[in-house]
Nanobody, 127 residues
């Protein structure tokens, strides 16, 4: 079973940048597609970004496209989310998640697709 631990959250001002990290315990990390989701108070968990197991394919929610970048370093069993030009509406708890399936389809952007989740890291953007 994969254990995921997020870090890098914090309190920043609008326009600032943050980089979130998600460290995985599993040595087969390189076989998992990885995703980032977020959940703001009173709202449902929403998709943010996804990267394929090879790192060659990425997907982003429209709300973060052009500002956020997902990447992975399999030598460190870590996936990253670089967040630039942060906005107040980016405030949420951010979760990383692992999808052990080796393919991407329309369900890949849904939370139910991911089998393993981290505990989350809080990102707060002040306006």
């Amino acid at each position: 079973q994969v254990q995921l631990v997020e870090s890098g959250g914090g309190l920043v001002q609008a326009g600032d940048s943050l980089r979130l990290s998600c460290a995985a315990s599993e040595r087969t990390f390189g076989k998992y597609a990885m995703g980032w989701f977020r959940q703001a108070p009173g709202k449902e968990r929403e998709f943010v970004a996804r990267i394929s197991w090879s790192g060659g394919t990425t997907f982003y929610a429209d709300s973060v496209k052009g500002r956020f970048t997902i990447s992975r370093d399999d030598s460190k069993n870590t996936v990253y989310l670089q967040m630039n030009s942060l906005k107040f509406e980016d405030t949420a708890v951010y979760y990383c998640a692992a999808d052990p399936r080796g393919y991407t389809d329309t369900d890949s952007l849904r939370a139910a697709r991911y089998d393993y989740w981290g505990q989350g890291t809080q990102v707060t953007v002040s306006s």
